[in-house]
Structures are given as C-alpha cells and as structure tokens.
C-alpha cells in the first residue's frame, strides 16, 4: 500500500509538471509594440494621477519596454518581475498576474512609485517642495527610492564610471532623450556629501518646473475607487483620521476638492447618508458627472472634450458604443454624418419634411428649420452624387453625405469627395459655411490680422474660416495661429458640432 501510494504520488507529481508547464508555454508571451506598451502606460497613469511621462521612463529603464524574454517567458531578475520589474518579495501582488498580465504589472508599478511618494510625502525619506505631484521636479525622491532607498542614488557620491549615473539621473536622462523634455535637477548642495539624507530634509522646488499634465476632477464628479488594491480609506479631513473603508468599484460623487495636502489631492467623496469622507485623487476613476450622467464611452473619463461628447450623445447625435476614439483623425465622411445630425436631418425627420413640403412649399418649411433654402431639387432624397468616388462611402454614411451635399455644404468638392480621407480644420469650415449667415459686424474684420497663418488660403477658404470665427464655431488652434492645414480630432468635431446644435436651437427658438 505505501509503495502504491508513493508511485501515485509520483505519478500525480508527474502530471502536475506536465501540466504547469504546459500552461507556461500556452501563457508564454510575446511583446507588444513600444507604441501600445506606451499607450497601456499611460492609460494607467491617468488613472492613477502620475506623470505618465515618470512610468514610462521608468519601463525605459526596468525593461526596455519588454515584458517578455525572446523565449516567451515573463522578465525575471531575483525577486523582480516584467516589465515594471516589481518585486513581490513581501507578497503585496498577484504573482502569476505580475507574470502574464501586462497591464497588472504597469498598475502594480505604478503603485509601488505612489508607495515611494508617499514615503517622501510623509518624511519617510527626503521630500522636494511643496509635494504638489504635478511638478516632475518634485518626485526627485521617489524615484531614488523605486529600487530602494539606497545611498548609492546619492549624486554626491558617484565616484566610478560603474556609479556615473544615479537610479533618478537616469530616468531624468531617457526623459530628455527620449522624450523630449528636460527635468530640473534639485539643488544637490543640500545633500550629505555621502550616505542617504535624512528623512527630515525638504530641498526646494527648483526655480524652473515642468508640469505633470494630472488631471483633476470637479465637484458633481461620479466617481468610483479602483486601483489593485482591494480596500480604500476615506478620512475626516485631507491626510485626516480614518473614518470609513471602502471595497472595489464602491461609487460615489465629489462634492469638495481638490485640496493638496501631503502630496496628494484630496476629494471628499458622498457614498451615502452614512458614509462621507475624504480620499486621494489616485483611487477614484471618474465615470460621469450630475450634469450629463454616466458615461458610455470608456474612454472619455479624462478627456477635455468629455462633456462636449456626452453632450451630443445627450442630444440623440451619437450613439453608446464601447468607446469613441475622441484622439481619431474625423474622415470627411464621418464629419458629413455628425454634421447631419447636429442639424437635424435624420431619416424620420426627413419624412416629416417631405410631407410639409407638400402641405406648405418650399421656402417656408427651410426657412423654419433655420436652414438655407437650395432649392426643392436640391432636397429629394436618394438624388445621386457627383463625385467619381461616391461608391466608396459607406453605406451607412450615404444618406448623410447626400443631405450635406443637398445643403450645398459640399459645393468645395468637385470630381472627387475622397470620403475616407483625413478631414482638415480648413475643410471643417468650408462645410459649415452657409450654415449661419455672416454677421456683419465683422465687414471691416480682416481675418488675417486674427491669424497669421492663412496666407496660402484661397479667397473662399479664407471667407469660411472668417465666417467660422465670427459665428463662434471655431478659434484658432494656438495663439495667433488657425493652423488651416492641420486634422480634425473626433473631439475637436465634437466641440463643433455642440456649437452647431445649440447655435441652430437658439435660432429656431
């Protein structure tokens, strides 16, 4: 019996090989490209308030942006893992998610530099400033400690080629190189000439700072905590007492902040009658606000265009789809659909037209809807296309592009629409011209005294972008500048078709 029981022991030892390493190599993996390992980086970033600019050094320097090795087996050094190269040493972190879940790695970094900020932040180590995490220059200590808080990251002890460049200095340097943006070093006179400086010590600010870009939420935010850990405090005050704790996904709405404090900005957060308290910024995901409600689009949250977006879903123009791209080049095609809808030319309205076409002629029903009148002709439905490319217009698409054409939005076009292709911000307004009539107050206005970059236009082109500019549709894109020749985002035509709609409602009213 016991030898029946050792050779099933083997046997089951056996199996449990087979199988684990068979699941290795079915989970082996392979890179993704720097650009994806980037965009991953920054997505996490966002979420967790860091400059993403610091992570993805950071990944520069752990890993060369690979979490994988050439065989297909997850980067491992000693106790460090993949591509952020955490170490689970004290079992903070899913293992085999470290492993062979990309994404957990990066949120697993990120939390381990939060933890090395906080240290700093609560004089655990050094701390520069005032902490505020939206100045690069002020996370000088926690990038020393990333690996350690260890004395060798003291530039004032570098003595050998091996040494030449501290853990810090050198993510400042790919920084530079290889994204073009140059950290200021703090003043290193205040450091020990050797050893590590005392947890006490707050170097100043440097006189020249770069900005974070960290985005900050606004009061009427819903929220809801998220992050890789799975319990969340809520304190009395920025940095206070803790006075409630929080599982995952556990929504809420700010109703106070940001206020920094200890190197964090600070939200009190409404749960429920009973539940209140403050938080840090890091462990809140924004998922939509009071005004415009839950976002459908999982990837607005920290976009600048969020409300504009939600705006034009609020109004029936766009429809819920996973996500929406607001970062996309707008084709020509999907500008004419947007356009369409903004100025409410849809199937069933269309219907609604053509019956009061019949019932009370042309001019008026046009001049009701605030449209220009083209012409009865101009309004039949299905009429065919000039353009020698129409065929490549989506189906889906067509009964928009015909509409806009119908308005005589598209007389710029001649033989070819080129639908698909890129849509220019000078374009944008030569489809909106003839939507709103010039105001003439503007007469005497030469455009190019407002933007000195329209010198190659023609003279329509120039008229539209005027007439844009007057109306409110559009501004310049930097000081000075309309940059003419420059694409249209999905969420620069978003923010325009917003103007559109309420300019057309305000008109009709």
Known sequence: MKIFKTTTRKIILLIFVFVFTFNTLAFAGTNPSRAEIESMIEDVAQKRAIPSVLLKAIARVESVYEHYNTDGTPKISGSSIGLMQVSNRNGGYDSERLKYDIKYNIEAGADVLLNKWSMSSY????????????????????L???NGWAQSNNPNEVTSYAKKYTYQQTIYNVIEKEYGKKINNIDFSYLPYSGKPSRSLVVPTPAYTNSGNIVLYEKGDYVRTDGVRETYELRDQPAGAYIHQLGENQLGTITEGPVLKNGYYWYKVYVNENTEGWIERNWLLRTGDIEHGRYVYDDIAFHWARKDIMDLYNKGIISESKSFNPNRIATKEEFCIFLGKAIDISE???????????????????AESGIPAAGAEDLIPGEELPFSDA???NPWAVEYVEEIYDLGLLDSYREELKPLEKLTRKEATLMMDGLFEEDHNYDN???NTIFSDLGNLSNNEKK?????????????????SFCPNDYLSRAEAAALMVKISDKLEEKNN
């Open 123 to 142: 004089q655990s180590v050094s701390s520069v400033g005032n902490m505020d995490p939206n100045i690069l220059e002020n996370w000088y200590f926690a």
């Open 144 to 146: 020393w400690a990333y």
């Open 348 to 366: 069933e309205e269309q219907k609604e037209k053509s019956i009061a076409l019949a019932e009370n002629g042309t001019e008026e029903i046009i």
């Open 391 to 393: 065929s490549k217009i």
């Open 445 to 447: 206005l030469d455009i």
């Open 464 to 480: 539209a972008v005027k007439n844009a500019y007057t109306n409110g549709l559009i501004s310049g894109k930097y000081s000075g």
